[in-house]
């Protein structure tokens, strides 16, 4: 959070500081309390299990988690930047997965106080998020809507984050490029991200390639099978399914068939 610091505003800055950090706290507190009331203990032992998380769980559904955060943040002052930033902070600090599901749904509710500036924050908690759940929405819709603002300046960071050791990050990476690519992006970045990581064996890097490809191709199946055709035996199988679902009949099958012909001859 960045505030005035020059010596003539100092005490004023370090008002609006605590100010701003009680107000968090306050909201971030809010927020908990009512998910707790809202969930439920079986869903929780689920949800748990299903995301195979170390985070303590509400129980709380995703739907419910957003209208709270929504609800919560709707009350009092209107949130600024700096507001949001504390709130998204302070929710962050405790090992719940429904508040840090609440942090993710308050940047996403409020694309147009975010810019490059937030990326670093962004970067921290994709590190700290270690599963899809919280990953998918910062990358799509929070990473995903600044690069729709700065093409050209986050251009140098999505190409760091794509070589980057933490494979949510270089998830983040592909995925950030589903909004600018739906708006009419050009393809070349993220074909030069995917094809270097074509040929990973985790899941969840084959899985975003492909859906990715999917989503474009809604709009723009021609790149898509001019890029895919010519890889067909560097991808894994579940990239080919995502990829050639949209896909005229045609061109599937004969992709998908020269996907299982190289694989069988391997």
Do not use: C
Request: glycine fraction near 4%.
């Amino acid at each position: 959070m960045v505030l005035g610091t020059s010596r003539q505003n100092a005490p004023d800055a370090a008002v609006t500081i605590r100010r701003v950090a009680a107000d968090a706290k306050g909201r971030a507190e809010a927020i908990e309390a009512k998910l707790r009331v809202i969930g439920t203990p079986e869903r929780a032992v689920s949800e748990k299990a299903y995301l195979k998380s170390d985070l303590e769980f509400a129980g709380a559904t995703v739907w419910q988690i957003r209208s709270v955060a929504k609800e919560v943040a709707g009350e009092g002052p209107p949130l600024g930047h700096d507001e949001l930033q504390a709130l998204v902070e302070e929710l962050w600090t405790k090992p719940m997965h429904e508040r840090r599901m609440a942090a993710v749904m308050l940047l996403e509710l409020h694309p147009r106080l975010l810019g490059m500036e937030d990326l670093e924050l962004v970067e921290r908690l994709v590190r700290e998020s270690k599963t899809w759940a919280l990953v998918d929405g910062l990358a799509t819709d929070v990473v995903g809507r600044i690069a729709l603002k700065h093409p050209a300046e986050i251009a140098s960071i999505l190409d760091r984050w794509a070589t980057d050791s933490d494979f949510w990050v270089r998830r983040t990476a592909l995925l950030a490029e589903l909004q600018p690519l739906r708006a009419g992006a050009p393809f070349d970045r993220f074909a030069a991200h995917a094809d270097a990581m074509l040929e990973e064996r985790e899941f969840f890097i084959r899985k975003a390639i492909g859906w990715v490809l999917r989503e474009t191709e809604k709009r723009r199946p021609d790149e898509v099978i001019a890029w895919l055709a010519p890889r067909t035996h560097r991808a894994s199988g579940i990239t080919m399914r995502e990829a050639v679902r949209h896909l005229p009949e045609p061109d599937a099958r004969r992709l998908m068939a020269a996907y299982r012909e190289r694989r069988t001859a391997d």
